[in-house]
């Protein structure tokens, strides 16, 4: 009897935040960008999609990125949410080492050499 291994999503809200991420991690993780909003539709098709997946919010610490966040806690509960620290605002403009930690107290994967 062999275990399956759950997939891991991180959904973050655009492409600069997406290539921060993938620079400092150490697994493979679908990545979803949402381009800053995201339609209830849109939404509701990803939930479908993302069923039985451990799905990671990490969005800015900001307006635009707090609306988002809310929008997901209300629609997609199961989410577990990472939370960048509100000095650095933004996922994408955040150091490498913060971005790393925050995703490792996820339990995702990231290199070594970021912590």
């Known amino acids: 009897m062999s275990l399956v291994e759950v997939e891991k999503v991180l959904i973050v809200e655009g492409k ?6 993938l620079n400092v991690l150490n697994e493979s993780i ?6 800053g909003t995201i339609s209830v539709t849109k ?3 990803l939930i479908d999609e993302l069923f039985l997946k451990d799905v990671y919010i990490l969005v ?6 707090d609306r988002l966040r809310k929008q997901f ?7 577990s949410h990472i939370y960048i620290d509100r000095a650095y605002r933004e996922v994408a ?8 930690s925050v995703l490792l107290s996820a339990n995702i994967d990231v290199d070594a050499k970021f912590l």
């Open 43 to 45: 939404l509701d098709e």
């Open 73 to 79: 806690k209300r629609e997609f509960p199961e989410a």
């Open 93 to 100: 403009t955040a150091p490498d080492h913060h971005v790393a």
């Open 16 to 21: 600069s935040d997406k290539k921060k991420v």
């Open 30 to 35: 679908e990545i979803i960008c949402t381009n």
């Open 60 to 65: 800015d610490s900001d307006d635009a990125g």
